[in-house]
Structure formats: structure tokens, C-alpha cells
């Protein structure tokens, strides 16, 4: 993913400051992708990415924050209940826009081990396959998401992005992928963070509101 300018770093609006807060911790399936605030690239700024896969192989995931205006209920209605508030689309990133990805977060204590319609990715987030039966899953989730699209790094790239401090490493909540409309998800995770990184929680570039 191209992101910018090829040093972020120093120079800008936080410097070497915000740079040095950045958390080098590697990222692994299940953890969050927090923009810099001064991300260069409108189409991730203010976002939170959902890692579902990072190997040697390259890293996919999906873009928690932003939302379509497309209910699930006009194109899948049987997975249409089983969705978080709003039950729209998520917009999970540029490639292939016509694929959806569902996330499904497990109720406490359910066993869905020998579920076939279950990819886990880290403690009760699973990926759900669409094709299955969602009759099986009624009752056992707290909710879902629906995206459509995803975001991906060859690999080597976003460790590329992560040295040049476009994107900041963080822990995921299951509640994360649940967030009402009106949260900010990208002010909610930065604001539990190690100091100074809340500080940022309220920034907005230049030309927008808060």
C-alpha cells in the first residue's frame, strides 16, 4: 500500500516526538493498524485497519472506521440480524471491492471449534464464510461485520510503512469491531494508549473540523 512520501518521521507537524512514540512491536493477526495522525494518504486518514493475516507471505486486513450506506439487509438478508448497529457495509479498503469479508465477534464461553463455517483469527474474532448457515451462529455471537473490500501489503511493505511511522501497532478489543455509529473508533483506540499518543486523539488535519 503506497502511503506517501518515503520519510514521515521528522520535519512535520509532531516530528521526532510522535515518531519516537510509535510502537515497533510487530504486528500479528488480530491487532490493530492505527494511522499516524498526519497520515499522507486521504484514503487511510483517521483510519483503524483489523489485521487478519501478516506472514511472510504479505498482510491483509480491513478498515474498522468507515462505513457504506448500503444496508446488509438488501444484499445478504440472512446475516442481517446477526450484524452489529448499523447494519451497513464496511468499506474494508481498495482491493477487490466487489469481495466481502464478514468478522464475527463469539459470545463469552462458546465452543465453535469444529465449526467449518469459522476461521479464528485471534480470541473470540472469527471469519465467518457467507456461504455457510447462519442459523448456526444465531444466539452465539455478539455481532458481526460485513466488508466489502479489504486492504493488503505485499511482503516487506508494511513493515516499510510501520519504519517510516505511518501506522502505529496496538492491541484489538473485540468491541473494536463493534463500535456504534457515533464512536470514533480511531480517537477510542489512541486515547488507551501509553501517553503521548492521546494527546493525538483530538488532531485534525488541515481543512477539516472537529
Known amino acids: 500500500m503506497d502511503t506517501g512520501p518515503d520519510d514521515l518521521s521528522g520535519g512535520g507537524l509532531f516530528g521526532d516526538r510522535l515518531y519516537d512514540a510509535l ?8 491487532s490493530l493498524l492505527v494511522a499516524a495522525p498526519d497520515m499522507p494518504d ?28 448500503t444496508d446488509v439487509e438488501t444484499v445478504l438478508p440472512p446475516w442481517a440480524d446477526l450484524c452489529a448497529a448499523p447494519g ?25 471449534a ?6 479464528r483469527i ?4 472469527h ?7 447462519p442459523e448456526r451462529l444465531r444466539g452465539r455471537v455478539d455481532g458481526m461485520r460485513v466488508f466489502v473490500g479489504y486492504t493488503g501489503w505485499a511482503p516487506g511493505q508494511l513493515q516499510g510503512e510501520l519504519d517510516r511511522g505511518d501506522w502505529y501497532v496496538a492491541p484489538s478489543l473485540p468491541s473494536d469491531l463493534l463500535a456504534p ?21 483530538t488532531y485534525v488535519g488541515e481543512g477539516e473540523l472537529n
Request: net charge negative.
Open 88 to 112: 451497513v457495509f464496511y468499506i474494508g479498503g481498495p482491493v477487490k471491492p466487489d469481495a466481502g469479508i464478514a468478522l464475527a465477534v463469539l459470545s463469552a464461553g462458546v465452543d465453535v
Open 181 to 201: 455509529a457515533r464512536e470514533d473508533v480511531w480517537g477510542t483506540v489512541l486515547r488507551r494508549q501509553d501517553m503521548p499518543l492521546p494527546l493525538y486523539a
Open 42 to 69: 486521504p484514503n487511510f486518514r483517521r483510519s483503524i485497519i483489523y489485521l487478519i493475516e501478516h506472514d511472510h507471505g504479505g498482510s491483509l486486513g480491513v478498515v474498522i472506521s468507515r462505513r457504506s450506506e
Open 114 to 119: 469444529d465449526d467449518p463455517g469459522l476461521q
Open 127 to 133: 471469519v465467518v464464510d457467507l456461504d455457510s448457515d
Open 122 to 125: 485471534e480470541g473470540r474474532v
Open 23 to 30: 510502537d515497533k512491536r510487530d504486528p500479528v493477526a488480530g
